[in-house]
């Protein structure tokens, strides 16, 4: 029995550490605006809580497959 409530526990602790964490992840849609050497300046619509200096994670877009005959 306490084994299977101790399994429980652990379960219900990795949910709420995966759902904190989805929720803490933020993001904005930027535009590339200039690339000066290692310097990017970025247009972003939404920047919310963003300020000078924060350090960021930038993924390329995805492209689409083109399909040919």
Do not use: P, Q, W, Y
Request: net charge positive; charged share 25%; aromatic share 2%.
């Amino acid at each position: 029995m306490t084994k299977k409530m101790l399994s429980l526990a652990m379960a219900m602790a990795f949910v709420a550490s995966t759902a904190t964490m989805s929720f803490a992840a933020k993001s904005a849609t930027c535009e590339v605006k200039s690339v000066d050497g290692s310097t990017v300046t970025l247009d972003c619509k939404d920047a919310g809580d963003l300020k000078a200096g924060d350090n960021v994670k930038v993924k390329k877009a995805k492209s689409k497959a083109i399909e040919g005959c």
